[in-house]
């Protein structure tokens, strides 16, 4: 029996389905306290100062604390993506505002009571005097000298640049037959999990242990953050991850809210709690994807794009201590993605305002990078003539020429793009569309059909980096009757990792997958480990498993062939069954090889084998550079997983309404240790994708106010707005990963942005559309038929 | 304030105090410590607070606790008898991947019940259209979709998996 490419049920599925799960908000200690923070209503105001009487006046207040006390005990929240070894700007940001508050939300006090009704209650009469600064909300205008300083310390709003140059440019533009520019804004929009972040914090003053139980992505980083910001040791800090009600990036630390709910836990010695209401998770939960994307093409007659100039500049919300601005060093670094481009320009500029922190979000900067690919091969179909497909095709690296090196240094690993493409091609009936198309039309139904790319880098490794720096641990215990317990430094936050590790280990070790128990996010009893992010936690974490497994798999072997006076190389297992091979009637158990080196190690099988089955191991990716010095180059990302989409729209030109009738998507991923989950994932990304496409949208008003707080303005997909998705996967292995296997978390997320657009302006191909301007809201696509209609 | 509520969950009696502030989802999950019941907005629009209150389903979180006095209510955890035994609809959710993280899943499976209540043979609009109150951010619903069809053809073959008559 083999598990690895089954389609297992995630393992903890059973008891999530019986609402048996804990979830951080399920956790109840007697005594429990209750926090509310107190938060800024101005997008930049100096704070004059605080009167928190009202507050501890009312009956049922603990505590009330604001940023004078929080600068004189802890330090500035440590930052979760180094900005020092990326060469950007960085701030001294505190678990509340000492000063100065430079978005709406940012924490400036908070109370702690004896419920939450008092405490939100109180936190509304704390009375914060402010004095307004001038605020600066659009990227470009934030870089033109003059503009009001979102860091008056610093000497303009850009945190970071990046250019990446290869060929030549101008003798490119120069030799084209053809050139042409655009602009792309991108909106603001987030991953926003049914379930809000929420913390639970006690402290033991005898044992000296804070606990915390945190809705997060990554203990044991959270665990360094919160020592390192604190003050205290790692190992007075114990950090829980109970189940996660979906994370998408947004819950990586390092949020305001972990270091103060854990100060005040040590301070007054009782447990707190800290669940977000949805309106602060709209506010102040993590944004992203907010982007001007400036571009330059110089193209042949025949479809081949010959040089490429690309501006990223990224409006990044206000400095914070997350990671979240690193992923306009993202956009900047997949651009021009699949495609091979000779002559390649790429700037970035990282802007800064006074909006929302961005925190990583699913896709990371790469759907940015997709979406303007996927724009610009379109337009060069519409300026040649050729068709939208077959530019693609012709501007693809090819499948032989990887490992391939994109102009900012990414090495990719491995793909077939043509193959991926001619499939969905052939899935969403691309020859045979123009007549349905025509007969459509005659029924005066407009639909159309669009193509969309996706390139995501996964398993991101940078240098420097406590949470980022792309590696992970496992420990695989045997135990003595058999039964195999798994830890990992990896965590799923519903993602269904732990069911693909246990599948690996059941094949390493050659027994049931039902006799292994996964445990993760505990940073007590788990190997230390960088948690989720990156669609890391198979290439790195499973790749770690397998490793560690198989340790104890030559362990086992070395005392199974004495027991079979064989060689350990004659020897394999499977079923709970280690046998001879050739020989398979020849066998000793599993549990009884385990047995043995536990209960008789001075015997005669056992004695020259270390007691014990247990191994921790960890796993660094082979394709990753950090040594420009040595290998000639700076790589971060060892692991490329591709994907493209072609889908089917029907758009009704009266309202603007855009109706998706087909969705079709064909993924590679390499080796699938789950198609199930993997699929699950793929279902997830794409619909999160179609929101970000068709309605997300965060809007910020002329005063920095968030219009969208609630679910009733800020609209995610429901079932209705979904068609049924038809997705296959192709298996182009890595040749890095021992597995075989690349990302899966972010795929699919990228690909309708560009593949929505295609089909938009595909099904009124009459009206010359062009979109660059995102959500496809039918208000948005209304005001662009009117005035295309106007124009004509 | 508090003020005393009687209520029936999950046909067990309850005699409880609760603030006058509290909501019923935090009345559940707090106080009967019935904790499958989800918060995810606090709004009425993400259905994970769903529960079923006198044979109708209903957002727990738009009505206070003290309104449920003297009312019958199921939760998720009244729809399963143990950990090996679960209702057709939740063995149809488990067989079929329909959740991923599972904090919409109690929420999901109470609504598919009402769905399925009202209409036991319903066609994949029809079904779509009944979750619609349910937000879902990781399956984007396709596996949740096929896990109420296969739930529809459980229900009526006496539970069993197995096509409908
Ligand atoms: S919590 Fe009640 S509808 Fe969202
Ligand atoms: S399974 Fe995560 S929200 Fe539905």
Redesign the pocket.
Known sequence: MKYIGKEIVGLPTRQLVAGKGQYVSDVILDGMLHMAIVRSPYAHARIKSIDTKPAEAVPGVVYVITGKEVIENMRPIMEAYDTAAMDAKSVKCYALCPERVRYVGEAVAAVVAEDKYTARLAADLVEVDYEELPVVFDAEEAMKPGAPLVEPDWDSNVMVTRDFIRGDLDKAFAEADGTFSGTINTQRYTGAAIEPRGYVATYDPYQDMLTMWASTQNPHPMRVFLAETLGIPETSIRVIQPHVGGGFGLKIPTFQEEPLIAYLARKLARPIKWIEE?QENLLVGGHARQNRLHYDVAYKKDGSVIGFRAKVIADVGAPAALCGWGQSFVTSYCIPTCYKIPNCRVQLFTVVTNKCPWNAYRGYGKEAASFLMDRVMDGVAKATGVDRAEVRLKNFIQPEEFPYSQVSGAMIDSGNYPKALNRVLEMVGYKDFPKLQADARKQGRCIGLGIGQELTPEGCSMPKSTLLSGYDGCTVRVNPSGQVTVLTGVTSPGSGNETGIAQIVADTLGVDVKLIRVIQGDTDTCPYGLGNYSSRSIIMGGAAAQVAGTDIREKMFKVAAKMLEVAPADIDSEDGKIYVKGAPSRYVLFKDVASTVYRDCYGKFASDVEPGLEATRYFRHPNVYHQPEVDGRFSSYPSWPNGVSACVVEVDPETGIVKLLRYCAVHDAGVLINPLLAQANLHGGIIQGLGGAMFENLVYDEAGQLKTAS?LDYTIPTAVDCPSLEVEHQETRSPFNPLGCKGVGESGVTAPLGAICSAVENALGHLKLNFDEMPLTPDRVWQEIRHAQQQA | MKTPVEVTVNKKKYKVEVDTRMIL?DMLREELRLTGT?????????????VVLNGETV????IIAADANGQEITTIEGLSSSATELHPIQQAFVENQGLQCGYCTPGMVLSTLQLLKDNPNPTEDEIRHGISGNLCRCTGYQFIVQSIQDAAKRLSNGGQPGASQ
Do not use: M, P
């Open positions: 949805r679910f | 989802a989800h918060i995810g907005c606090g709004t009425g629009n993400c259905g994970a607070c769903t957002k727990s979180c738009c």
